[in-house]
């Protein structure tokens, strides 16, 4: 036993001998002494590396959401707004959202990016980014430190293509194809980029983070995205007048089938829309994620039990587009709210979009097609006020006091002005969309026509604007 315990007393004391010095080496003699370059040299690497993984991930991330924005224009809404007309116009109102996924990447590579995210005027960026001079791998602190600059690009162009597209469900069945070209190509310019500028851009008059006048919330385009193509579908909707028949002849939709397919894709594509602004892959998204979801939950709900008690039935296309109102009041404040405020504006907006496509729009005899206005300007404007209200510093401290500490951001928070500038940017949308939306309808119907003839319009658009047929009945 005693041999045991001496060879045992030994062997740790040989084992001592060939640690120590190796542990000790590793240690500075002092330890009051700078790190060794050694030292230095491989924490730089690990900080580079892990900002490596960060970049990688949000990147990732971001790209993914691009695909899903992307997503929600074709099929998304082109199979939404394609089922809801009748069938000898679906292949044409599907046309309409699928060739400005074509048309919209052209003009955002030549200029439309740069007019939108370049410094400028408090109006309207300049051309430093024509033709993406400059926009590449290195990211931009200002808008997403941590993906390359033409992550954000791509990923703003596919809000840039969803925004026009939604407008054609106002005009659905009567437009040209050269009209509705020319049209979306001035309406981009002349109202979608500079309202991107002054909410998102850089010195933009209504950015809420970087030096805007009127700090207006605006998460993922509200104001931006549904307030104007909304509003602008209205103007549409009144400029060009009523459908052949309407409201005589019964139009019902042609395959409420192919809407609730696109209402679902909508519904998943949202999260790219949403959560996808917070611009990384981080908590922000999540909190976004989940307010878009239950946003759209509670307003398919609200638009469903508003319409049971008016018409004794629940229909499966109010259920889909009270879910669609759900996403569009919640868009901007998505990453200002959390689950509980995100439940009330989707049961709000619900309600509020299926009085204005059943109750008001019949008050006022206006034929918004596939209810453009009542849907996404009325869900908008009520969405980016309530944003207003419900926004919180819990959830997204945007706003900062002189030493960086956080201030109220919503009315909740105790930042009563913050309902005025939401005021104010939904005023600014309004006016722009509808005298922007004017100008350019004019100039248009100069140009080349507005309207399809009576004949061709009766004959559908599938045959008259593309020869083609969406359905071949023939056995």
Known sequence: MRQILLRLLLG??????????????????????????????????????VADART????????????????????????????????KNVLATMMQSFILMALITLLWALFG???????????????????????????????????????FMVYQLMFAIITPALITGAFAERMKFSALLLFMVLWSILVYEPMAHMVWGKGGFLNASLGGVFPTLDFAGGTVVHVTSGVSALVCALYLGKRVG???????PHSVVLSFIGACLLWVGWFGFNAGS??????????????????????????????WLRNGKASVLGAISGAVAGLVAITPAAGFVGPMSALAIGAVAGVVCFLMVAKVKNWFGYDDSLDAFGVHGAGGTLGALLTGIFAAKAINPIFKDGQGAPT????????FRQVLNQLVGVGIAWVMAVVG????????DVVVGLRV???????????????EEGYNLET
């Open 12 to 49: 740790w004391a040989v084992l001592l001998g060939v640690l120590a010095p190796a542990a000790l080496a590793q240690v500075p003699a002092n330890p009051g002494t700078a790190p060794t370059p050694q030292v230095e040299d491989r924490i730089g690497k690990l900080e580079q590396q």
């Open 56 to 87: 990688s991930g949000d990147n990732a991330w971001m790209l993914v959401c691009a695909a899903l924005v992307l997503m929600m224009t074709g099929p998304g809404l082109a199979l939404f707004y394609g089922g809801l007309v009748r069938k």
């Open 113 to 151: 990016y740069s007019l939108a995210f370049h410094e400028g005027s408090r109006f309207i960026g300049n051309f430093g980014y024509s033709f993406l001079r400059g926009v590449g791998a290195a990211p931009d602190a200002d808008y997403a430190a941590t993906i390359p600059q033409q992550t």
């Open 246 to 252: 309407f409201p005589k002849e019964p139009m019902p």
């Open 278 to 307: 917070a611009l990384a892959a981080g908590s922000l998204a999540t909190s976004a994620f989940v307010a878009t979801h239950f946003g759209a939950a509670a307003a398919a709900l609200g638009w469903a039990a508003a319409e």
């Open 408 to 415: 109220a951001v919503g009315l909740i928070d105790g930042n």
């Open 437 to 444: 939306t004017l100008v350019i309808l004019k100039v248009v």
């Open 453 to 467: 003839s009576e004949e061709e319009e009766v004959q559908g658009l599938d045959l008259s604007q593309h020869g």
